[in-house]
């Protein structure tokens, strides 16, 4: 799976789903009023950001925010210790390196395999928390 059909994949499944770019990530929303991505597609390295060496020719990061309870199943309950983890490794389910004590993860070029069985399922989840979180801010809006 490569970057553009990750990014079509995103937008062609999840309804309202809404896209920007910037410092090169694509970062994925529900809804038009853009307040927390569900997920982020970085592609290539910033100044604030060089930690997967996403410069690699092909080569990307895709970050996914999930519940605390996804988190604790893959990474344990206690504090993520992301110094025990290579963030350039391609194709395996890690804590994102910086975002992870806020539940988030991140995989470098997923295969297939790991696509279908354990990408889809996360942004099923973290695409099912954003609907949320709209909702909730939408009905305190109206109260």
């Known amino acids: 799976m490569d970057e553009a059909l990750l990014t079509q994949y995103i937008t062609d499944t999840f309804a ?3 896209t920007t770019t910037a410092y090169g990530y694509t970062f994925f929303f529900y ?7 569900f ?18 020719p092909g080569v990307f990061r895709l970050n996914i925010g999930v519940s605390k309870q996804t988190t604790q199943l893959a990474f344990g ?7 025990a983890y290579d963030f350039t490794t391609l194709d395996t389910i890690m804590p994102h390196p910086d975002y992870a004590p806020q539940s988030w993860v991140c995989v470098l070029n997923p295969s297939d395999d790991t ?3 354990t990408v889809r399922p996360l942004l099923v989840e973290a695409y099912a928390l954003a609907v ?12």
């Open 16 to 18: 309202g789903v809404e």
């Open 31 to 37: 809804g038009p009023d853009r307040k927390l991505p």
């Open 39 to 56: 997920a982020t597609l970085a592609a290539s390295d910033n100044e604030h950001d060089r930690v997967s060496n996403l410069d690699r």
């Open 77 to 83: 309950t206690g504090t993520v210790d992301v110094s």
């Open 115 to 117: 696509f279908q069985q």
């Open 132 to 143: 949320k979180r709209h909702s909730r801010r939408h009905a305190a809006e109206k109260s």
